[in-house]
């Protein structure tokens, strides 16, 4: 039985306090996440053995809650929901390791709703991570296993909430100045897997713009992560992982592209009494159905063993790759460098190249503004990644105007792409025409929006030039 105050006083602060029943014992666990990224993989936890079924306070007075718990708070404490669980557990030797294998079969419920439980968790007794993934991928053979991100009482306060959410944004990440690289890219790519996985679900069961919107961000953060991190983790496994990053990546882009494109279509002109002219409509029409091939091909790749079995390599590699275990000296000195200190050199290099590559964004081609666009996101990333390290009050102020201005330029120059995207749409989809009749009337249709095109084009190369000029002038936040 998990318990809670009516507000929800320890959810806010990251914190679960449950009575688990087994016989006659009653065993108080209070978990703590110190950061939404390390929920994959390990949690802090207190564990006392406490007699009847409601929460004993005075043995919860060293933990955090007894912090949360304090005055007229303790007294609010109720039960919110419950699991049942039936555990079979198992110790396995594989390789050279000491492995626990934990099966849990059951249900969660809270106000009359019932969700069910199977998930299988390994704890590494002693020996090396290394085996215990291996572990993990040979059982993949036997049963389609997932990466799990969601606790057991995370469900159960979702079925409290009651309606699931269209789709889940990135969480902050809160890095400690005292982590190594190695540490905080870690926790950095746990929150990536953990953000591409809470919207997965979403995306197969629905087919909408919203979660293949948030789970590409989450590939592209991860992919950011991976470049900006490379002088630490760049091993022989580090490109091939790259690589299939990219092409799932350019996978959910071509879905996504199709959502702007129609949105952008369908929109009515305030200036024309806000109809749309009659051409418009048909080019939709195909576009729709070139977005639900999209979206087939998209959810084909999530469901396929390659891809899942990727993703398990992937977090093997995250948490256990040669990068981390490699005990060349030059390796060493990369892992252990201190996260300021490297944020800070991440901060100056990338800044400085947008500087220098966004100037005269006006003489720029369509292709060299994105490869700007995609600068300016890996530092917008970079900034929200170690924001955390730089928390003082001058930071902080500077950090607001910094990502103000450099999402500005950010937005500017991804409505100059989303234009480019759709006039090549819109290009494609005319030779996908059956008919010269049908031919004729998309060509008017493109025509009939290429003044537009322009005329926008126009105005945003302005805005994002005014919008670079204010970058520059943004001080930089970790100085």
Not at 445 to 463: E, Q, V, W, Y
Request: hydrophobic share 35%; glycine share 6%; charged share 30%.
């Amino acid at each position: 039985m998990y318990f809670d105050t009516g507000k929800h006083a320890l959810r806010k602060h990251r914190l679960t306090l449950r009575i688990r029943s087994g016989g006659k014992r009653r065993i108080q666990t209070i978990k703590a996440v110190d950061t939404a990224s390390a929920r994959i993989f390990d949690r802090l936890e207190w564990e006392t053995e406490i007699k009847g079924d409601k929460p004993d306070l005075i043995a919860a007075t060293q933990t955090p809650v007894g912090d949360v718990l304090h005055g007229s708070r303790a007294s609010k404490l109720a039960p919110i929901f419950k699991t049942v669980v039936d555990r079979t557990t198992w110790n396995v030797k594989h390789g050279g390791s000491e492995i626990e294998v934990a099966l849990d079969e059951g249900r969660v419920s809270a106000h009359g709703s019932t969700r069910p439980i199977a998930e299988v968790e390994f704890e590494l007794k002693r020996g090396s991570p290394t085996d215990l993934f291996a572990l993990a991928r040979s059982l993949d053979c036997v049963k389609d296993l997932e990466i799990g991100v969601l606790s057991k009482s995370e469900r159960g306060y979702a079925l409290v909430d009651g309606d699931e959410p269209r789709s889940f944004k990135a969480e902050p990440i809160a890095l400690e100045p005292n982590l190594s690289a190695a540490e905080a890219f870690q926790n950095i790519a746990r929150a990536c897997i953990r953000h591409f996985r809470l919207n997965e679900p979403l995306l197969i069961a629905r087919r909408s713009a919203d979660p293949l919107h948030q789970a590409r961000v989450a590939i592209r953060r991860l992919r950011s992560a991976l470049s900006l991190f490379e002088p630490v983790v760049a091993d022989q496994k580090y490109k091939r992982l790259k690589r299939r990053l990219r092409d799932v990546s350019h996978q959910f882009g071509e879905a996504r592209n199709l959502d702007v494109y129609i949105a952008h279509t369908t929109v009515p002109d305030v200036d024309k009494g806000g109809q749309l002219p009659p051409f418009a409509l048909k080019p939709v029409g195909q576009a729709q159905t070139e977005r639900e091939r999209a979206y087939e091909r998209v959810i084909n790749t999530l469901q396929s063993k390659r891809f899942r079995q990727f993703m398990q390599d992937l977090v093997a590699w995250i948490q256990a790759g040669p990068w981390r275990t490699s005990d060349e000296p030059e390796s060493q000195t990369a892992r252990d460098q201190n996260i300021e200190d490297f944020a800070a050199r991440v901060f100056k290099r990338r800044r400085s190249n947008l500087k220098q590559h966004g100037r005269h964004l006006e003489r720029l081609s369509p292709e060299e503004r994105q490869r700007i666009r995609i600068e300016a996101k890996k530092l917008r990333y970079a900034s929200e990644f170690f924001s955390k390290l730089f928390a003082g009050r001058k930071h902080r102020k500077r950090y607001r105007a910094f990502i103000a201005a450099l999402g500005d330029l950010q937005a500017r120059l991804g409505d100059l792409n989303d234009i480019q995207n759709e006039q090549e749409i819109a290009a494609e989809l005319v030779t996908h025409k059956a008919t010269s009749a049908s031919r004729s009337r998309a060509r008017r249709a493109a025509a009939g929006r290429l003044g537009d095109r322009n005329k926008r084009t126009a105005a945003l190369l302005i805005s994002a030039c005014e919008a670079h000029r204010r970058f520059l002038d943004a001080k930089p936040f970790w100085r």
